[in-house]
């Protein structure tokens, strides 16, 4: 079963602003990993952080991790049209292990 | 990067025939193997864990004689889905680790699946 929530569910912005997603679990994690998703396509992964961190980048992406919360932020900055896609939370409850998805967040950049 | 493909990338069938699905680690080995579903606008829901040399490990709610799962080798997942019907119409997609990087995880494009 899903157990991550991810809000918001859809979200529609103007090209240069930032985007945020949130996305919360509910079991103990090992990891927790961002993917994107264009329509009808794979997945690509975006960015792992472990349960030990609490803030990961990797260039105009952030990611913050709070276990004590259960919840996980991705930041897009400077966004841009192409950006545009859904993006997935996945929880990693052991290394290596089955993945559980969120709800996923569409993100719409208007140019 | 790993590279993890699938074949056919889009079948189309009618209600009652069988379809193999591949799954293929292109440049590494994957002991372990991952198949999801997803329905349209929806998230990814893991069907069942492909296990190289052993029965697959299914999800609750996943009938195990519908989707035939075989992990032949190091390289190679195939799901079946037999007796196609209408309902099983969805985006398949695998997705794999690799051997001594498991914290990563490679997805392949996905089968788009419709069923007559």
């Known amino acids: 079963s899903q157990q991550g929530e991810e809000d918001p569910q859809a979200l529609s912005i103007q090209e240069g602003e930032n985007a945020t997603m949130n996305c919360s679990y509910k079991t103990s994690i090992n990891n927790l990993q961002w993917y994107r998703q264009n329509s009808g396509r794979g997945l690509v992964h975006l960015i792992l952080i472990r349960s030990n961190e609490r803030e990961k980048h990797s260039g105009r992406l952030r990611v913050t991790l709070d276990t004590s919360k259960k919840s996980s932020s991705l930041l897009i900055t400077a966004s841009r049209a192409a950006d545009t896609a859904s993006y997935f939370c996945?929880?990693?409850?052991?290394?290596?292990?089955?993945?559980?998805f969120g709800e996923g967040t569409q993100l719409t950049v208007n140019p | 990067g790993a590279v993890v493909s699938q074949h056919p990338s889009r079948v189309i069938c009618k209600s009652g025939t069988s379809v193999k699905i591949e799954c293929r680690s292109l440049d590494f080995q994957a002991t372990t193997m991952f198949w999801y579903r997803q329905f349209p606008k929806k998230s990814l829901m893991l069907m069942a864990t492909s296990n190289e040399g052993s029965k697959a490990t299914y999800e609750q709610g996943v009938e195990k004689d519908k989707f035939l799962i075989n992990h032949a080798s190091l390289t190679l997942s195939t799901l079946t889905v037999t007796s196609a019907h209408p309902e099983d119409s969805s985006f398949y997609i695998c997705?794999?680790?690799?051997?001594?990087?498991?914290?990563?995880?490679?997805f392949g494009p996905g089968t788009r699946l419709t069923v007559l």
């Open positions: 996945a929880t990693d409850a052991t290394s290596g292990s089955r993945l559980t």
């Open positions: 997705s794999a680790p690799q051997v001594g990087l498991p914290d990563t995880q490679y």
